[in-house]
C-alpha cells in the first residue's frame, strides 16, 4: 500500500498547476461533502439518517442541510466558531475523524503544491527536424534548440542516442548507440545551439542512406541537463526524431535577427527553418 502511495504522489507531481489546485478544490470540498450525506442522507439535508436530528446544536436558525455542512466546513478548517456543536457521541466520533481527516489532507496537498511550486520549469525549445547537412569535409546529423524562456541556464550538457533495429545471427532487435558530439557541453545556454554529430567511420550512421535508415525503425533520443540559474537547481529536457523528422541534405537557415540598437537577437519561429541543397 505503501509503494502506491508513493507511485500516486510522484504521479501527481506531474500534474499541471491547474491540476494541484483543482486537487485541493476537491480535498476541501469532498469531506463536507461526504459527512452532509452521512448526516443528512440526501443534498436537502431534510433529516439524520445515521446519527439523529439531535445531533447538531446552534444558536443560529438554519437548516439540518445548513447545519451538517457549515459544521463540516469549521472542522474541517479547524476554525471552529462554536455557534454549531456536537451533541451525541457519534457525533463527536464523526467530527473527530473529520478534522484528522481534514488536517491530513490539506497537509498533503499543501505538500504538493510546494513540491510543484518549487520545482523548476524548463522550456527548451527543438528544432521539429533533424537534419543530415554538409559538414568540413563530410556530412554531419544536425538539431537546434533554444531556451523558451527568460531565465537563464548554465552548464550544458547534451547527449543524443541512437536505437535501431539490427540482425545480427538471423535474429532482429534493438541496439543502442551513444553518438558522439562535436561540442556537448557549454557553459551557458547562447541564443541558439546546434548540436552537431560528426558523420565519420566510427559513427554508427556510416555509410547509410535514407532507405536504410528508414528500414532500420529509428529514434534518435536527445536528452539536455543543465542549471537554472536563479534557482540553481538541475534541469532536464529530451525529445527525440524518428526516421520520418530527418532531412537529407540540408542545412538550417539563418535564425539571426539584428535589433534596432545593433545588436543580435533569433526569431524563434524560424528555429525548424531549413534549406534542401542540390543533390
Keep these: 500500500m505503501t509503494e502506491e502511495l508513493r507511485a500516486a504522489f510522484h504521479l501527481k507531481l506531474d500534474e499541471t498547476r491547474a491540476g494541484i489546485a483543482r486537487l485541493a478544490a476537491g480535498v476541501t ?53 462554536g455557534h454549531i456543536v456536537p451533541l451525541s457521541i457519534a457525533a463527536h ?36 527536424q533533424a537534419l543530415i547537412a554538409p559538414f568540413q569535409t563530410g556530412n554531419a546529423l544536425m538539431l537546434r534548440l533554444t531556451n523558451g524562456l527568460n531565465n537563464e541556464i548554465i552548464e550544458l550538457q547534451a547527449q543524443i542516442t541512437l536505437s535501431k533495429f539490427e540482425t545480427v545471427n538471423g535474429l532482429r532487435s534493438r541496439h543502442y548507440y551513444p553518438l558522439t558530439l562535436e561540442r556537448s557541453t557549454v557553459v551557458f545556454m547562447p541564443l541558439a545551439w546546434t548540436l552537431v554529430h560528426p558523420i565519420t567511420a566510427d559513427s554508427p550512421l556510416w555509410g547509410i542512406n535514407a532507405a536504410q535508415l528508414e528500414e532500420s525503425t529509428p529514434e534518435f533520443m536527445v536528452v539536455i541537463h543543465a542549471v537554472d540559474d536563479i534557482v540553481y537547481q538541475r534541469i532536464t529536457a529530451r525529445t ?35 534549406q534542401r541543397l542540390e543533390p
Excluded: C
Design 93 to 128: 466520533w464523526l467530527s473527530t475523524l473529520q478534522a484528522f481527516t481534514g488536517v491530513l489532507g490539506v497537509a498533503l496537498v499543501t505538500g504538493l503544491l510546494f513540491a510543484k511550486f518549487s520545482k523548476p520549469r524548463s522550456r527548451v525549445l527543438f528544432s521539429q
Design 240 to 274: 527525440s526524431y524518428g526516421a520520418e523528422d530527418i532531412v537529407w541534405n540540408a542545412k538550417f537557415s539563418n535564425i539571426y535577427v539584428p535589433r534596432d540598437d545593433g545588436a543580435l537577437r533569433i526569431d524563434v519561429r524560424r528555429l525548424s527553418a531549413h
Design 29 to 81: 470540498e469532498l469531506i463536507p461533502r461526504a459527512t452532509e450525506i452521512l448526516l443528512t442522507g440526501d443534498l436537502e439535508g431534510a433529516e439524520y439518517l445515521l446519527l439523529g436530528d439531535d445531533s447538531l446544536m446552534t444558536s443560529v436558525k438554519m437548516s439540518a442541510f445548513e447545519r451538517a455542512f457549515f459544521f463540516s466546513v469549521e472542522t474541517l478548517s479547524t476554525i471552529g466558531y
